[in-house]
């Protein structure tokens, strides 16, 4: 290709085909780890039902505002995150830089992440459940010096495929493939576990029924003010971390739809879709887990849940646990990979506004730079290996403290100053206008006002002094 040719390529605006595959892009990238991994943990620690009520009372009210005004801020200016604060208000730049870090540090330790999928998957494929499900065997693969790193690379390099092929031949075609298949293995995996049951060493049995009301039944006698408050504070954490927005991603995404398609519905659906994944990844798991490993197992919280707790799941259900473990890391696989996808893509549109270069050279480019990245996350497990008190009292390694950065300082702060921008300084009526484009009504406008005014900002000071320890004194 010519200089001239690329540059003409560049300037083609690239955008989906039309509105299914921005819902399924946009669902792909809300979908992740955070719903299958995080939320189904979360649940559990917070006794199931009452935390499912209020996310979802949260997903319908603080993340459909949020949600809401990334997408519409993107499709507004047409412009990636980096650009598009600064095209709403000159002395807003900074906000774009801002967002940009977030998606920066989050591609580091996600690709690790994705890594340690992508091992289990082949791991479940090549060898017997039990091998897997041997104590420590996740702690010795991860803080191994090689594997962890080729893994990754392999990981990033998949990421790096689809954002090289662009918008609608590689993000768009790949979500509309891999979107289906993930609704209809995680709705069979699910089914399948209510289907078990277990008796343990004790003879205590346990089978699908009381793992469902595990999950569901909220035990309201241990409900108190404080542990409430920290459920509607975790609630709200995982809600916005589910929803991709704060960190460029929505914006980007946003700035690839057409003007006729309705952004209302458009968001409503996004929502939906990634709900009901969260939902069911905890209908998965939470009940799955607690018929073979009881309460014990759901307490292995984080990554111990999903590498520690289910291969000894799988490993207890017999001949049929090889193959439930394969599909089950194939689709964490799939949701991991379209999340990564909008991580890099968001990065990439970015430079390519940026620096005015070809999608092609930089997506070659920042797949290199992050391999490099990557490698020091995975040396934070064995070379680089410390660690660290974090000032909300969690202990993490290098891995988690760029989560904590990313998603528990930078995205609250980030998302703080939009709804002053937004809510304050341009006011609703600049996102209002750009949903009713083409004479949508946009009926949740009055709720969308309240909220990007009022609520999301206290509800953001919150979680971001939860955060910086601030709220530390309530819990003692
Ligand atoms: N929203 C994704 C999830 O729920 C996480 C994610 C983080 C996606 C960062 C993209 C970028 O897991």
């Given at each position: 290709m010519t200089n001239q040719q690329e540059m003409a390529t560049t300037k083609k605006k690239a955008s989906f085909t039309g509105s299914l595959g921005f819902v399924l892009a946009a669902a792909g990238s809300a979908v992740g780890l955070g719903n299958i991994w995080r939320f189904p943990y979360l649940a559990a620690k917070h006794g199931g039902g009452l935390f499912i009520i209020v996310y979802i009372i949260l997903a319908l009210t603080f993340g459909f505002a949020l949600l809401t005004t990334d997408i519409a801020i993107g499709r507004k200016t047409g412009k990636s995150a980096l650009q598009a604060y600064g095209d709403l208000s000159k002395k807003w730049n900074f906000l774009g830089a801002l967002s940009f870090i977030v998606p920066a540090i989050i591609l580091t330790y996600y690709s690790v992440v994705g890594g340690w999928i992508i091992k289990f998957a082949t791991d479940y494929i090549v060898k017997d459940t039990s091998a897997i499900a041997v104590d420590g065997y996740f702690g010795s693969f991860i803080t191994s010096n090689v594997s962890p790193i080729v893994f990754t690379f392999i990981f990033l390099a998949l990421t790096a495929i689809i954002v090289f092929?662009?918008?609608?031949?590689?993000i768009e075609k790949f979500s509309k493939f891999v979107m289906p298949g993930l609704i209809f293995l995680i709705i069979g995996i699910s089914i399948f576990s209510l289907t078990l049951s277990h008796t343990d060493a004790s003879g205590v049995t346990h089978n699908g029924l009381d793992g469902l009301a595990r999950y569901f039944?909220?035990?309201?006698?241990?409900?108190t003010v404080q542990s409430f408050f920290q459920l509607l504070l975790d609630a709200t954490g995982q809600l916005f971390y589910s929803l991709s927005v704060a960190m460029g991603i929505m914006i980007t995404y946003g700035s690839?739809?057409?003007?006729?398609?309705n952004l209302s519905k458009s968001v409503s659906q996004i929502e939906i879709f990634d709900t009901a994944v969260a939902i069911l990844s905890g209908l998965m798991i939470v009940p799955t887990v607690f018929i073979f490993s009881g309460e014990a197992g759901l307490q292995n919280s984080g990554a111990g849940l999903m590498f520690n707790a289910l291969p000894k799941v799988f490993e207890a259900m017999g001949p049929i646990g090889k193959y439930i473990g394969i599909l089950f890391f194939i689709m964490v696989l799939f949701a991991a990979l379209t999340s990564s996808v909008s991580i890099m893509e968001t990065i990439v549109a970015s430079c390519m506004g940026f620096f005015k270069s070809s999608r092609k050279k930089t997506s070659l480019i920042i797949a290199a730079i992050f391999a490099a990245a990557s490698i020091v996350i995975c040396l934070?497990?064995?070379?680089w290996y410390f660690e660290y008190t974090l000032p909300n009292g969690s202990v993490g390694q290098l891995l988690d403290i760029m989560d904590y950065l990313s998603n528990s300082i930078l995205m609250p702060i980030i998302s703080l100053l939009t709804c002053v921008l937004i809510g304050w300084l341009l006011k609703p009526q600049t996102i209002i206008e750009e949903i009713e484009?083409?004479?949508?009504?946009?009926?949740?406008k009055g709720l969308y006002t309240v909220i990007i005014k009022f609520v999301a900002p206290v509800m953001l000071a919150l979680i971001l002094a939860q955060a910086l320890g601030l709220t530390n004194f309530l819990f003692k």
């Open positions: 092929f662009g918008v609608d031949k590689g039944i909220p035990d309201f006698s241990k409900v690839y739809v057409k003007k006729d398609v934070g497990y064995n070379v484009i083409g004479g949508v009504k946009f009926k949740k």
